[in-house]
């Protein structure tokens, strides 16, 4: 866990250098965003499935 920023910083400044968009994205985390808030809705009805838009 401790170098963790350090290669998250490493990845980002490469992607800089090299002209590509970083990765995850910041779709990739909206997404996963969306996940986890159908999780917690659906724990709060029972574990009822709860649709997500893609």
């Not at 990845?11 to 995850?24: C, K, S, T, W």
């Not at 910041?26 to 709060?44: K, P």
């Amino acid at each position: 866990y401790e170098h963790t920023f350090v290669h998250q910083a490493r990845d980002l400044v490469h992607a800089i250098a090299e002209g590509r968009r970083p990765e995850p994205s910041f779709a990739d985390g909206l997404q996963v965003q969306r996940v986890l808030a159908a999780v917690e809705e659906s724990a709060e009805k029972n574990s009822v499935y709860t649709p997500i838009a893609v």
